[in-house]
């Protein structure tokens, strides 16, 4: 979230950059901090490089993306893409949403982990109940099952990506696969 202010204070930079000859201020907020012209154009470069990267870094299977803290992977994510799901795996998570809307019914419901919370906003129907969890599932199974669920459905990988910890239970079997991508009744 901090690329918004950055691209903020970098757009201000550039134009005082552009009106002022001597020095610039990066906004009204922090006019004390007086900048030359040169140092001005390296930070709205290093900004460019930073936010260009940021936009286009491609997530692979080997690693979560340009920095890996782990600690703080959740909060400040290392690319734009973190926030969702492998570009081999886009067609596999669609098919398994078609099954879901065309198998889903009163009595069932979705498990929805955060990262496929945009995915089931697009693609599934809205007559359906979907739950978002993070990693309390059990908690989350207990709601559904005291709101009269029945069946529980969730999309989950049939095998470690090693992005997001979902564990799933050895004993779950899946009821659709598509690619890596499977969906998995809930007892």
């Given at each position: 979230?901090?690329i918004v202010?950055f691209?903020?204070?970098?757009?201000?930079?550039?134009?005082?950059?552009?009106?002022?000859?001597?020095?610039?201020?990066?906004?009204?907020?922090l006019g004390w901090?007086?900048?030359?012209?040169?140092i001005?154009?390296?930070l709205?470069?290093?900004?460019?490089?930073?936010?260009?990267?940021f936009?286009?870094?491609?997530?692979t299977?080997t690693?979560?993306?340009?920095?890996?803290?782990?600690?703080?992977?959740?909060?400040?994510?290392?690319?734009m893409?973190?926030?969702?799901?492998p570009?081999?795996?886009?067609?596999?998570v669609?098919k398994?949403?078609?099954w879901?809307n065309n198998?889903?019914?009163?009595i069932s419901?979705?498990?929805v982990?955060g990262t496929f919370?945009f995915?089931?906003?697009l693609?599934?129907?809205k007559?359906h109940?979907?739950?978002?969890?993070?990693s309390?599932?059990?908690a989350?199974?207990n709601?559904a099952q005291?709101e009269g669920?029945q069946?529980?459905?969730?999309?989950?990988?049939?095998?470690?990506?090693?992005?997001?910890?979902i564990?799933?239970?050895?004993?779950w079997?899946?009821?659709?696969?598509?690619?890596r991508?499977s969906?998995?009744p809930?007892?």
């Amino acid at each position: 979230m901090l690329i918004v202010p950055f691209t903020y204070f970098a757009a201000n930079g550039l134009w005082k950059v552009t009106k002022c000859l001597e020095a610039i201020s990066i906004s009204k907020h922090l006019g004390w901090l007086n900048i030359t012209k040169k140092i001005g154009y390296t930070l709205m470069l290093v900004f460019l490089i930073l936010g260009g990267l940021f936009v286009s870094w491609p997530l692979t299977d080997t690693g979560p993306g340009l920095v890996n803290w782990s600690g703080s992977f959740k909060y400040f994510p290392s690319t734009m893409q973190t926030s969702s799901i492998p570009l081999q795996d886009t067609k596999a998570v669609i098919k398994a949403y078609t099954w879901l809307n065309n198998n889903m019914n009163q009595i069932s419901s979705l498990f929805v982990h955060g990262t496929f919370e945009f995915w089931t906003l697009l693609y599934l129907k809205k007559n359906h109940v979907a739950y978002l969890f993070d990693s309390n599932i059990e908690a989350a199974i207990n709601r559904a099952q005291n709101e009269g669920y029945q069946l529980i459905y969730i999309v989950c990988w049939n095998q470690d990506i090693d992005w997001y910890p979902i564990e799933l239970l050895n004993n779950w079997i899946s009821v659709y696969d598509s690619g890596r991508i499977s969906v998995y009744p809930m007892d």
